[in-house]
């Protein structure tokens, strides 16, 4: 960790703890092993259940057999009969993880559904299939939006035409139901470029930290994992980021990186995945070892760092990544006393005032569901309603697919009419994807959190 000192205990956050790292262990059953052979693990299911009834996709679809089936029991078949295929239906598990989070027996259900998926991929799924070619382009979601960013207005008014919306889902089975996310016309990195890089912002957080009465040469680092979206579609969420954590006297780096990998779990390209981490891995570890933290605004990008990378991947690096990233609300919840500076801040009217929060399935992994509305609740004209503990629907690329949109808005629909209950007409999220169904769902304006806290404390 950077010198941003230790977890601050002058307040307690209840009933979820914030994340300090130290006590964050991702799944590790096999230390020992190099090949992640998961078949001992299926020991440890007692088969109660739990996991099956915690499953969004199991509930709203009767053809799914749910995350016990995929998980311990494919492994156990495993073991009896090396040659065992893996079962299609690993294709209908959206990776939202909720299973793992429910299983008193800590069996390494998301890590076994993800391997399993990655053995069907290659193993057994055609690669001229249309589905093959379709999946690929979804989980290469970066590839695509980097083309599209150097003509961001005409990708936008291509992607959302009409006829253009009906060729693409009866060629590729991508759903015309859903509007494209518009492409920013300057991403994030462009606007960090032109602001003048790591230079300006180490002048801002020596400054900041003068204002604030804090040594000017405190050790406060961080390096932001901004993931695609946030480079790419909402680039404000990133520059909200950089204020916030400038006027607490951060320095920020952007580093090289690429995919965090979660549309490439989830569609079982674990070697693209690779590829892409190891890209990100190889700056994060460095930096890290040069005292800074990492830092995620998406809780599927710090979910992916933290746990699926030491998963799945033995690359070096790994490990340290994993114990020394946080998402970015949680960051500041452990090293700042954000609680006191939201007590005394006050919101302008450039902003929405009620808001209907949603926890990301990967937020609750972390065990970070609770952070925008403890935090949030403390803010003077502000009200925050958290909508319950459902999935959004969407995980990711799974809501996109033609013969999965059903399914996904199915799931979705608790969490719709939550949100059409609460007295708020503007949603919030840290999950850009859970954003975009909210979105598609109920027709409101979702925030990420680190939005409202620039707003309060700053602007
Ligand atoms: S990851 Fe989600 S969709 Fe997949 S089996 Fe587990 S609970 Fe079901
Ligand atoms: S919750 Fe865990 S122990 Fe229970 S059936 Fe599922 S995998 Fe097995």
Redesign the pocket.
Known sequence: MSDAESPNTDYEFEPTSPNTGSEFEPVDIFPDSTDFDLRPGAD?????????T?CPVAEVDDDFPG??FQ??EQWRLKRSDDEHEIDDSIMSCSNCMR?DD??????P?SQMHNTARGEYVEKQMDKLSIEYIRNRILANYRTSARIASKMPRIATAVMNFGPARWVMEKTLGVTKEREFPAFATQTFRQWWAARGGVTVSRENAREARERRGEPVDADKKVAYFHGCYANFNTPEVAKALVRVYEHFGYELVVPEQRCSGTPMFANGMVGDARRHAEVTLSSMSDLIEEGYDAIASCTSCSMALRQEYPELFDIDGVDTVSRNTFESVEYLRIHENLRSEIQSADVDDAIEKEFAYHAPCHARNQGISRQAVELFGELDDVTIEDVGDSCSGISGTYGWKEEKYETSMEIGEEMFEHMEAVDATTGMTECPTCSSQMEHGTGYDIRHPIELLSVALIQ
């Open positions: 440890s299911c007692y088969k109660c259940s739990m996991c099956d915690s995350p016990k998980g311990p299973c429910a299983c008193p027996s800590g069996v259900l």
